[in-house]
């Protein structure tokens, strides 16, 4: 339930009869991440006989309760909750219990539901944090494949002054971009972007991302030195349509230098048209598709864009759903690159032969077991795919319950052989903790597939 925006404050109205001891301890459990003691404290804080809750006490108890039961992965009983909280109209914060409705629905794939509590959120004038709001109905949006729409959940949420992480609503914006096959403003979006802190799996996010973006803008340097960036800390692996991407750039360069005069200049190598192979990614396909995370510290957000290149930021919905008509229906393709990228795909893969037969037997593969990894924690609920023949339904659903989704999951070490691997990962919590996980995994033809997984402790095993 990483996405959901839990409140863990709220004010404390001594004049209210509510019995403040039970709330006080009830908070204080919660603060403490011990979800299931403040549940059982703010439950008493309703049952109390002496101490009934007061309206707008009410409201506030079951959106504390709801907040626990999203922390104990209970979403259903969470929108029960929360569904009594809205039921107070004394409650002042009740704009923050749509949005976690709304998030709640979301990850029961409620999308519809969703979006309808996002937008009462928003409609709320004295709501604080309206980028919290339109993150989830863009994500919802994207999910039922309204990219248009999704775009301007996205960039209303970039430019909400109240929002302490634009960057990866700019990460999401360039997404919507690349899926309406518009990849300069893909590139514009993401640039922008850089401008501001973030963590390094986010940053490595977007580099990837425009990598991808440059070389569907034939700025195949560029994209290269995207690629090598997100690279660089050798804790990110590129999806397999990135790492295509990465591989086409390459080659451009190379082919483009093999060809030079002494005296020719090839920095920043741009290529015709007719040499781009890209395939603009759906929502659903796309690995770097961003749901909101927890708050940290950036800089106040500043203007974005210097020149013409907003166009995006001002168009009107009508315009941006003009933009989307057709896309729709295009299916996946490959263009027709000719001779010359055949000869240079062929002459490319002899070269690579002998390296990927002595790094078979080293114990590399495709999917590597760092892609394998990043798969398996991406989306722990639906990783049947990550597990090899071997292991049984009932284990893999046993060992992914085990595993904390985490889309930046760090890989700490990679034992390789010819025909077992061991991955020493670690995850972080949506409550900011981490979580070190061993992860064993077997030859599956080229690649590699997910024999056991279980928690590790370093400390225990020193």
Known sequence: MAGLPLQGTFPFYRKAPVNNQLFEKAHADYEAKDYQGALVGYTQCLQDPMAPPAPGEMGRIYHQIGNCLVKLKNPTEAIQAYTQAQADAAYADLATVECNLGMAYASLRDYDNAINCFEIALADP??????????????????????????????????????????????????????????????????????????????????????????????????????????????????????????????????????????????????????????????????????????????????????????????????????????????????????????????????????????????????????VTQQLFSNPSDSQGVFANSVSESSAASMADCVVADDAVRIDAVQRSLGESTVYATATTSEGGEITYRIAMVRDMLGWKVSNVELYFPSQNA
């Open 126 to 371: 004295n709501y604080a944090t309206p980028h919290k709001a339109h993150m989830g109905m863009g994500n919802a949006l994207m999910k039922l494949g309204k990219t248009a729409e999704a775009g301007v959940a996205f960039r209303e949420a970039a430019l909400d002054a109240t929002n302490p992480e634009p960057a990866k609503s700019l990460l999401n914006l360039g997404v919507c971009f690349m899926a309406l096959n518009r990849p300069a403003d893909a590139v514009a979006s993401y640039e922008s972007a850089m401008q501001f802190d973030m963590d390094s799996g986010t940053s490595n996010k977007l580099n990837a991302s425009l990598g991808q973006a440059y070389v569907a803008c034939n700025q195949m340097e560029k994209a290269v030195e995207a690629f090598d960036r997100a690279l660089a800390d050798k804790t990110y692996a590129l999806s397999d349509s990135a790492n295509v991407d990465y591989q086409r750039a390459v080659g451009v360069i190379a082919q483009a230098v093999s060809e030079s005069t002494a005296d020719a200049d090839t920095s920043g190598v741009d290529v015709s048209s007719d040499m781009v192979l890209y395939d603009s990614p759906t929502a659903a396909q796309d690995p770097f598709y961003y749901d909101e995370g927890q708050e940290s510290e950036v800089p106040a957000y500043g203007d974005m864009y210097e020149g013409d290149d907003d166009k995006f930021f001002s168009a009107s919905e009508e315009e941006i759903e003009q933009w989307s008509k057709g896309f729709a229906k295009q299916d996946r393709k490959r263009r027709n690159v000719g001779l010359k990228v055949l000869v240079v795909v062929v002459v490319l893969a002899v070269l690579a032969f002998g390296g990927a037969v002595f790094g078979y037997l080293q114990g590399y593969g495709i999917p590597t077991q760092e892609m």
